[in-house]
Nanobody, 121 residues
Framework: VQLQASGGGLAQAGGSLRLSCAAS????????VAWFRQAPGKEREFVGH????????GYGTSASGRFTISRDNAKNTVYLQMNSLKPEDTAVYYC???????????????WGQGTLVTVSS
């Protein structure tokens, strides 16, 4: 499985961005997909994940009810909709997947290259 994250950029506080994670590999549709983020000088933290069908999602505290994960298996793509952005959301955002899942980076086998989100105040 190969993952390609995109959609990052510059946003103003209070604005929105939608990130995409495009995957190659037939096994992708069977795996849970997660989003993580890493701010400068900080550890990579769990944002949320979605199950293979899209019927179940889970979020970390960083999502705070402002972020929504969805997926379109027909397009092999998972999305992270981010609303009410704050400067502290500035980070590189990564998508990850694999046969196991959880809230730790070690729970995932395959990683995208990351996409930078910068939120200005």
């Amino acid at each position: 499985v190969q993952l390609q994250a995109s959609g990052g950029g510059l946003a103003q506080a209070g604005g929105s961005l939608r990130l995409s994670c495009a995957a190659s590999g037939r096994a992708f549709s069977n795996y849970r997909v997660a989003w993580f983020r890493q701010a400068p000088g900080k550890e990579r933290e769990f944002v949320g994940h979605i199950n293979w069908s899209g019927s179940s999602t889970g979020y970390g505290t960083s999502a705070s009810g402002r972020f929504t994960i969805s997926r379109d298996n027909a397009k092999n793509t998972v999305y992270l909709q981010m609303n009410s952005l704050k400067p502290e959301d500035t980070a590189v955002y990564y998508c990850a997947t694999g046969p196991s899942y959880g809230v730790r980076t070690t729970d995932y086998t395959f990683w995208g290259q990351g996409t930078l989100v910068t939120v200005s105040s």
